[in-house]
């Protein structure tokens, strides 16, 4: 398996709502990332767990809290969000080792309304 | 911090013409990567370029490396529509115990007939 899964593909909520994002690599990667990219603008770096600890947070508001449940699943849960959150958010792991290559997953295209 | 600049941010192409993406990055880094991106789609790994002078090819497209200039290139050979998209390199930094990607602002290329 050398995929990086995202669900779900799109999601729509309101100002009010709690919902989830999740990502799961089976590759044995020990990092694992979540990027936020707005409409014609490069990916920007969130989050980054090294060996599931939270390694990285590039100053992310509070409403987002990301969570590694184990080495394989990566969650970004969203609270209180508002229209600018609007973005495609992409999940990647790497391994840090060997090629040294990041795997993106498809993204969430998150529209909050 | 790393800043990482990429030009042209635009290209129009005809096909069958040849041109070269830049990709400067500030600081200190071996490993440089190049990514293409279609419209509502999320990033796909075109070249990993992990040394000094690395250059690799697939297809119409070439990628180098110099670490020393801190400058890749991505080379277009004799362009078709195909490869219309936008193709952001990115350069793997070190702020901390674990590696990140950091993008440039990417290349939108247009190839007509």
């Known amino acids: 398996d050398t995929e990086v899964t995202q669900t779900p593909k799109h999601l729509v909520m309101g100002m009010t709502n709690k919902k989830s994002l999740k990502c799961e690599q089976h590759?044995?990667?020990?990092?694992m990332y979540w990027y936020k990219q707005k409409a014609k603008k490069p990916p920007e770096l969130m989050f980054v767990?090294?060996?599931?600890?939270?390694?990285i947070n590039e100053s992310v508001p509070s409403r987002f809290s990301p969570e590694c449940p184990n080495s394989s699943l990566l969650n970004l849960h969203l609270h209180a969000l508002q229209p600018e959150d609007s973005a495609l958010y992409l999940c990647a792991s790497s391994s840090g080792t060997g090629d040294y290559g990041y795997t993106f997953g498809s993204g969430t295209r998150l529209t909050v309304v | 911090e790393l800043k990482v600049e990429q030009n042209p941010l635009f290209l129009s192409m005809q096909e069958g013409k040849n041109y070269t993406i830049y990709c400067n990055y500030s600081?200190?880094?071996?490993?440089l990567y190049w990514y293409r991106q279609d419209p509502g789609k999320s990033l796909e790994s075109l070249f990993v370029?992990?040394?000094?002078?690395a250059v690799k090819q697939e297809g119409r497209l070439m990628a180098s490396l110099d670490t020393k200039a801190r400058l890749s290139t991505l080379h277009i050979t004799a362009a078709v529509h195909d490869l219309s998209a936008t193709y952001f390199c990115?350069?793997?930094?070190?702020?901390?115990?674990?590696?990140?990607?950091?993008f440039g602002k990417g290349t939108k290329l247009s190839v007509k007939p």
């Open positions: 600081t200190t880094s071996d490993r």
């Open positions: 370029l992990l040394s000094n002078g």
């Open positions: 990115a350069v793997d930094y070190y702020g901390g115990s674990q590696g990140n990607l950091i």
């Open positions: 767990y090294s060996y599931e600890k939270l390694s």
């Open positions: 590759m044995g990667h020990r990092a």
